[in-house]
């Protein structure tokens, strides 16, 4: 049985994704060596020929390759789930990096949940925000006494790059972002939507995962244009504070 895949999105990255794919790999060879069965899969969306390009290099034929035309990061990872083998599934943009211990430490995590019965989706510790933007943002676990539901009125808790059972991913699968309307942040909503649904976002302690922040991006464009998450019944203001409480 596959443990875990992992799958790197990408449309229009090329030498950038130099430095994503060695930390990938890194992470993949940790968690092999901590013998779990990973399965590794770059998925091209509607890539630019400059993309394709790149990562047509035999120095990637050890990576399963997937080409969509999905043109939105939610469908294109909903399409990639439906034909993938791991019990747990983890995402990277092309353009962003994870630390070594990752992908080990994040399925250790789950299978740890699992076993006390618990439904988990996992986080990194810390986000490293680097390139156009310097930040380090501290994930909050669900189960911390600093969170509050009410934070998410807000701003989102945590990062799109989760790692989860794919059992999660099929149960509450991605919208699709209508940023010209308003309506984008679909890691946001998945965040809130599981909750809602029961599974607990927990972090994993000593992991962390590096955002590139460009001049360009869909977070970008999305904060440009004032998105907002849809409106969802658990973020209603009767039903808010019972979201993510663990009884």
């Not at 992470?27 to 399965?39: D, I, L, T």
């Not at 599981?194 to 590139?212: Q, S």
Request: glycine share 4%.
């Amino acid at each position: 049985m596959t443990d875990l895949t992992l799958v790197v999105t990408a449309h229009d990255e090329t030498t950038v994704c130099g430095p994503t794919m060695r930390s990938a790999d890194i992470a993949v060879a940790a968690a092999r060596e901590r013998g779990y069965v990973v399965q590794a899969v770059i998925a091209l969306d509607a890539p630019t020929d400059a993309t394709s390009r790149y990562f047509d290099q035999p120095h990637f034929d050890h990576w399963e390759r997937r080409v969509l035309h999905e043109r939105d990061l939610g469908r294109v990872r909903n399409a990639v789930l439906a034909d993938v083998d791991g019990r747990h599934v983890a995402f990277l943009d092309a353009d962003d990096l994870f630390s070594e211990n990752w992908l080990a430490e994040g399925v250790a995590a789950l299978d740890a949940a699992a076993e006390e019965g618990r439904r988990a989706i996992a986080h990194p510790e810390l986000n490293v925000i680097f390139d156009g933007r310097q930040a380090v943002r501290l994930n909050i676990a669900q189960d911390s006494l600093l969170f509050t539901p009410h934070y998410l009125y807000v701003r989102h808790y945590y990062d799109s790059l989760c790692l989860a059972p794919r059992a999660a991913h099929l149960e509450i699968p991605y919208v699709s972002r209508d940023i010209p309307n308003g309506l984008s942040f679909q890691d946001y909503q998945f965040t809130i939507e599981t909750m809602a649904a029961g599974w607990e976002h927990l972090v994993v302690p000593d992991t962390i995962i590096f955002k590139r922040r460009r001049d360009f991006s869909l977070v970008t464009e999305s904060n440009g244009r004032s998105s907002l998450v849809r409106s969802l019944p658990a973020m209603a203001v009767d039903r808010v504070r019972a979201l993510g409480r663990r009884d």
